[in-house]
């Protein structure tokens, strides 16, 4: 059972719809409890990192992420706040991986939207990511690359589009919105 994580700031309905798809289970949940009764759990995101972060402390779902041996699935603002610092309110977060987050500044427009390559990235971790392929992106701040990035894109400066640490993956693109090949990151990294 993969556990969808409801906390305030996320596009739930449509990682519904794409395990619902998949003939994958699932639950949608706010609680502790969803760690409890989830052999997986997605963190979805779209909103602001400061309401993200003040949402999962005051549902007191912090300690569990941190502590959870599941496999953890960030999506957009999930995997965002999975790293240490966010130029977006200026606020802490989750600390997973050891990495800022700001503000894309040398694209065309200050929002990131649209179909976008993935290319291998730094790191040696086995991933689901298919290289060289189209994901599809919306964002105005990426995480910087570093020794955790699993995937590469460019959008006029090289960003992290895929990290991943023990049993967390993150990504920056929305697999749910991806067609076959992030409906396939989805099934593949949950089975």
């Not at 992290?160 to 919105?177: C, R």
């Not at 990151?185 to 949950?190: D, E, T």
């Amino acid at each position: 059972m993969i556990g969808i994580l409801n906390y305030g700031a996320g596009n739930v309905k449509s990682v519904s719809n794409a395990l619902q798809r998949l003939g994958l289970e699932f639950t949608v949940d706010d609680s502790p409890l969803i760690f409890k009764k989830s052999s997986g759990i997605i963190i979805p995101g779209v909103g602001s990192a400061k309401q993200a972060m003040a949402q999962l402390e005051e549902k007191d779902l912090i300690k569990d992420l941190l502590s959870y041996q599941g496999k953890i699935m960030g999506i957009c603002l999930g995997m965002q706040i999975m790293g240490e610092w966010l130029e977006e309110g200026n606020v802490q977060g989750l600390g997973i991986f050891k990495t800022r987050v700001q503000r894309l500044k040398k694209g065309p427009r200050q929002i990131h939207t649209g179909w976008n390559e993935v290319r291998q990235g730094l790191s040696p971790a086995e991933t689901f990511i298919p290289f060289g392929n189209c994901q599809y992106f919306v964002h105005g701040y990426a995480m910087e690359v570093n020794p955790y990035t699993v995937g590469i894109a460019t959008y006029g400066e090289d960003f992290s589009a895929a990290i991943q640490y023990e049993n967390y993956l993150g990504v920056q693109f929305h697999p749910e919105k991806s067609g076959d090949l992030g409906a396939s990151i989805l099934k593949n990294y949950f089975q």
